[in-house]
């Protein structure tokens, strides 16, 4: 997380509506735009590294949160404060707190869903998306897991997402705590 | 998770694999671009027995389609109008085409889709220097707006 991964730029804040975000911030020099970083699962802050220290050396400006339910942030434990739609109210929160108008999103695995809906409920914010490894999946729609692994057997050879079921139950995170160390 | 396809693709992605590896302690090399040194600050990070249960709600949400019924009243033009890239791992065995085309699909606006030399899920940690010259390179294609 931010804090651990960038100490001298991280910061931790609470929002309007009550959830606390750590993340990481460097302002923006001169005429530069800012640059938001969603990470995916099982990330954090820390694997936009090379990307926090590349563009930062440019002059970028930095925000990368640790998103919701990691880190040292909020971690609620209901789903639904999980939607996509809740999620970008707080990234655009998170952005006013900041001073930050208008930024270049770039989302990587759950990241980038995310940032579709940032641009679906708060477009005005983005300047432009990079969807890194995961598409754009615009907000409202079913997503038919078992469909896309049956599609994926036809034409892979095997079920792309055949981990998803068992992530969203409670065996996974307990069996990823127990293995932290081994689950790279 | 920070694997390459070579485990990844029988390791992690099949039906009950994962559950098994983790149970099982299965370990795959650490991929090159994961220093020891590195793999030490992320283990700090989801150190402790809770550390993955909030974060696990993002596949709840997915696979339950639980957000749908919130986010569909109000779902906008799905079209997105800004200059869009998409970055994508190399072609191989996990390649699923229709979905690489997935945001093509929607960007009404500048687009482009660009394949990394490494095949990793991790673009941006195993291609760091292609992934930073696209974004650069996107950045300063896209229209000025001062903050």
């Given at each position: 997380m931010a804090h651990v991964a960038f100490p001298e730029h991280a910061k931790l804040t609470t929002l309007p509506c009550g959830r606390n975000y750590s993340y990481v911030h460097i302002s923006a020099k001169e005429s530069k735009q800012t640059i938001l970083f969603l990470h995916g699962f099982p990330s954090s802050s820390f694997d936009w590294r090379h990307q926090i220290a590349h563009f930062s050396n440019l002059g970028y400006g930095i925000l990368a949160p640790d998103l919701l339910g990691y880190g040292k942030i909020s971690k609620p434990l209901e789903p639904e404060a999980y939607i996509g739609k809740r999620m970008a109210k707080e990234l655009a929160e998170l952005l006013a707190?900041?001073?930050?108008?208008?930024?270049?999103?770039?989302?990587?695995?759950?990241?980038?869903?995310?940032?579709?809906?940032?641009?679906s409920y708060f477009s005005e914010k983005l300047i432009s998306c990079a969807f890194l490894s995961v598409p754009y999946t615009p907000p409202g729609n079913y997503f038919d897991i078992d469909g896309y692994n049956?599609?994926?057997?036809?034409?892979?050879?095997?079920?792309?997402?055949?981990?998803?079921?068992?992530?969203?139950?409670?065996?996974?995170?307990?069996?990823?705590?127990?293995?932290?160390?081994?689950?790279? | 998770m920070y694997g390459l396809p070579k485990h990844t693709n029988k390791l992690f992605y099949p039906y009950d694999v994962l559950s098994a590896a983790l149970s099982g302690d299965i370990l795959v090399p650490l991929?090159?671009?994961?220093?020891?040194?590195?793999k030490a600050i992320r283990d700090k990070i989801f150190a402790g027995h809770e550390a993955y249960r909030a974060a696990t709600n993002w596949y709840r949400i997915f696979v339950g389609n639980l957000g749908v019924p919130e986010e569909q009243p109000d779902a906008k033009d799905p079209n997105i109008t800004i200059p869009v890239l998409s970055i994508l791992e190399k072609k191989g065995a996990a390649t699923i085409e229709v979905l690489e085309q997935a945001t093509?699909?929607?960007?009404?606006?500048?687009?482009?889709?660009?394949?990394?030399?490494?095949?990793?899920?991790?673009?941006?940690?195993?291609?760091?220097?292609?992934?930073?010259?696209?974004?650069?390179?996107?950045?300063?294609?896209?229209?000025?707006?001062?903050?």
């Open positions: 707190v900041e001073g930050i108008s208008k930024v270049h999103g770039v989302g990587h695995d759950f990241g980038s869903p995310l940032l579709g809906r940032l641009w049956i599609y994926s057997e036809q034409q892979l050879g095997f079920a792309k997402y055949g981990y998803m079921r068992f992530m969203a139950t409670d065996d996974a995170w307990k069996s990823l705590a127990a293995h932290v160390s081994r689950d790279i | 991929p090159e671009y994961f220093t020891p040194a590195e093509e699909k929607f960007s009404k606006g500048p687009y482009k889709s660009e394949h990394v030399s490494g095949d990793g899920h991790w673009v941006q940690l195993q291609c760091k220097d292609e992934v930073n010259a696209l974004l650069e390179a996107q950045f300063k294609e896209s229209e000025f707006e001062p903050q």
